[in-house]
């Protein structure tokens, strides 16, 4: 059965620093990987998606996230966050064939001025 | 554009009362989904449908019921509310079986059963 780990339940950071949110896989197939961002007290937002290709996938704020198929991980990098970057970060894995997804636990990102 | 809808936004609930949470969407999708959000445990997969008339289990689909009558509109029953179904809910959509396809998640419904 496939399941997802986000390795960091907090993770606070710096206005302008680097950050990356971890996030590890397990599955016996071949899988697509997704990075949802939660603003507060709004629903789940499609950030980035792995589906084929190169292995790096980029969103339109910046942020990026590298497939590592042998590590089976899927880690969210931004190399200078802002302030509006606060929320809750979720990863999720979707099997081939199927569309569930499958939601780590969250990351909760908060950017201090 | 209005994309998924649902209503309630905010309820509070007596142990035992009953109570539907009202999904809708605009966008033709086959696919509709019901999530619960927990503190520390992401989102968890309730029920889903693959189309009109048709519902399938999830993950934690106990103490809930679903119907997908109509193909814009997916319901969401608690039959008997308890206390652990306080939560956040949300229902999501997305097109047919496809590869990667994005699922689109409402604003939720926060439900507070005491």
């Known amino acids: 059965a496939q399941s997802v780990t986000q390795l960091d339940s907090q993770v606070p950071v710096f206005e302008e620093a680097p950050v990356e949110l971890r996030c590890n896989y397990s599955?016996?197939?071949?899988?697509?990987l997704f990075w949802y961002v939660q603003y507060p007290n709004q629903g789940l937002q499609l950030l980035l998606k792995?589906?084929?290709?190169?292995?790096l996938v980029e969103s339109i704020n910046g942020f990026e996230a590298e497939f590592n198929k042998s590590q089976t991980s899927f880690h969210l990098r931004k190399p200078s966050v802002h302030i509006s970057d606060t929320a809750e970060y979720f990863c999720?894995?979707?099997?081939?064939?199927?569309?569930?997804?499958?939601f780590g636990a969250g990351t909760r990102l908060a950017v201090h001025p | 554009n209005a994309g998924v809808t649902q209503t309630p936004k905010f309820r509070v609930l007596k142990t035992g009362q009953s109570m539907t949470l009202l999904c809708a969407q605009d966008?033709?999708?086959?696919?509709m989904y019901w999530y619960r959000q927990d503190p520390g445990m992401g989102l968890r997969l309730i029920h889903y449908?693959?189309?009109?008339?048709?519902?399938a289990k999830g993950e934690v689909p106990d103490g809930y019921n679903v119907s997908r009558l109509k193909k814009q509109n997916f319901l969401l029953g608690l039959e008997s509310a308890a206390p652990s179904q306080t939560s956040v809910y949300f229902c999501?959509?997305?097109?047919?079986?496809?590869?990667?396809?994005?699922?689109?998640f409402g604003e939720g419904s926060w439900l507070t059963v005491v």
């Open positions: 966008m033709n999708h086959e696919y």
């Open positions: 999720a894995v979707s099997e081939y064939g199927y569309n569930k997804l499958i």
């Open positions: 999501a959509s997305s097109y047919t079986q496809r590869r990667g396809n994005t699922i689109y």
């Open positions: 599955s016996s197939v071949s899988v697509y």
């Open positions: 792995y589906l084929s290709g190169s292995t």
């Open positions: 449908s693959v189309g009109e008339g048709t519902t």
